[in-house]
């Protein structure tokens, strides 16, 4: 897939991800397409030789943004979306790229409200009728 293919994915993909009611509380922050995480990410967050990342949130959560968050020059956050191993979850696990997407903005997003890597999962257990 190209990238100017999957980036079109991606935009399809977020209102599919996100509900209506909760899109205009998104705010300032920038979708990116990378190939995978590079170097410096895959330290940062401990990533083992044969690990990677679908995905990555960097910012501040929306609940963590105080009263002066945006006085001034304030960067945007970005939500990452890795596509070599986003093609490679679909491939291994028998859905399509743009349902690996859906569900890695939907992650990414939660973690931009404010929810850790425990709560997002258990969020998504629940979603999917796992607990």
Known sequence: MTRGE????????FEK?????????????AFLVEDE??????KTEGLGRHETLLG????IPTPMRG?????GTTMPDTITLYQLPIEDEARESGLNVAQVIRETIWHEVAHHFGMNEHEVRRRE??????V
């Open 56 to 59: 990555l949130y960097r910012g």
């Open 6 to 13: 999957f980036e079109a994915l991606v935009a399809q993909e």
């Open 125 to 130: 257990d629940e979603r999917d009728g796992i």
């Open 37 to 42: 995480p590079d170097e410096e990410i895959r």
């Open 67 to 71: 009263d002066f968050y945006g006085m």
């Open 17 to 29: 991800a996100i509900p209506e009611k909760f899109r205009p509380h998104i705010k300032n922050v």
